[in-house]
């Protein structure tokens, strides 16, 4: 059974530096294409990034040159760095695998950006 795990949220100050992660149980992840989406309060959850099987990348325009999505096939994760964080960027975040049965869902991690 595919289990999908974000871990890293926690409070950080705005202009702070986060990095997630998001591992990935029963499947090899080597030919998927990864991505993290983000839930505000009371709003739907929105995509942040993703990357291909060949490492291309993709961001969402709010956070590009700030986030960094990468992926270490040999263990299976995921990561997000997020750098020069602001409190607009409190939301809850969630790793998403696109296998060609469908998307798996992580439970998602918060993170809030507050002094």
């Known amino acids: 059974q595919v289990q999908v795990v974000e871990s890293g949220g926690k409070v950080v100050q705005p202009g702070g530096s986060l990095k997630l992660s998001c591992v990935v149980s029963?499947?090899?992840?080597?030919?998927?294409?990864m991505g993290w989406y983000r839930r505000f309060p009371g709003r739907e959850r929105e995509y942040v990034a993703r990357?291909?099987?060949?490492?291309?990348?993709h961001y969402t325009e709010t956070v590009r040159g700030r986030f960094t999505i990468s992926r270490d096939n040999t263990i299976n994760t995921v990561f997000l760095q997020m750098d020069t964080l602001t409190p607009d960027d409190t939301a809850v975040y969630y790793c998403?695998?696109?296998?060609?049965?469908?998307?798996?869902w992580g439970q998602g991690t918060q993170v809030t950006v507050s002094s």
């Open positions: 990357i291909f099987s060949n490492g291309i990348t």
């Open positions: 998403a695998t696109f296998f060609t049965t469908g998307t798996r």
């Open positions: 029963g499947a090899d992840i080597r030919t998927i294409v």
